[in-house]
């Protein structure tokens, strides 16, 4: 038997002012999109904004339903959005970030599972590491390099090209 570790390393930063200019543009695109969530069933408003290399911004909000379960989280209607149309682009960073009128957002939003699984797909698939900026409504700032440091033993597409026996 052998005990391994997984050391996941990300940055702190105090404020929005702390970031570079091309960090801090895109995590305000993030806010503004938190603003137009539909989100009346939980009154989390999250946005996210992704930059492309060509500089090109994709926003995205969570869009709730009554059917909760039709509903989608902000990160992947951004991320979607984002690969259908510049389906060759390469993602650079994605910033996300919430707030709610009704309690404070406190701490850096944490991506849910399923949102963190479909970034690991496109961040596979263009073989270069998305950066994730993560913020609350006042909150510090984490910054996570790559999607692997979220998401350890992530399922990719290497696992089904393994499997075919010819
Ligand atoms: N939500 C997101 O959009 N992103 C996250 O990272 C966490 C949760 C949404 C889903 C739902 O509309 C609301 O926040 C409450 O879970």
């Known amino acids: 038997m052998e005990k391994k570790e997984i050391l996941i390393k990300y940055d702190v930063f105090q404020s929005i002012e702390e970031l570079s200019p091309e960090d801090k543009n895109l995590l305000i695109k993030a806010i ?3 603003h137009n969530a539909y989100a009346p069933y939980s009154g989390f408003n999250v946005g996210a904004a992704i930059l492309l290399e060509d500089g090109k911004i994709v926003t995205g909000n969570n ?3 009554a ?3 039709s509903g989608l989280c902000a990160e992947r209607v951004a991320l979607f959005a984002a690969s259908s149309q510049n389906p060759d682009a390469i993602m650079k960073t994605i910033a996300i970030t919430a707030y709610s009128d009704d309690f404070d957002v406190d701490t850096p939003i944490s991506p849910c599972g399923a949102c963190r699984q479909v970034m690991s797909e496109y961040e596979n698939k263009q073989k270069q590491a998305i950066r994730v900026i993560l913020m609350g409504a006042k909150s510090k700032i984490h910054i996570v390099e790559n ?3 979220l998401l350890p033993f992530m399922f990719h597409a290497d696992e089904l ?3 075919h026996k010819n």
């Open 63 to 65: 869009q709730e339903n």
């Open 32 to 34: 503004g999109a938190a």
């Open 67 to 69: 059917a909760y379960p």
């Open 161 to 163: 090209k393994q499997n």
């Open 147 to 149: 999607i692997s440091g």
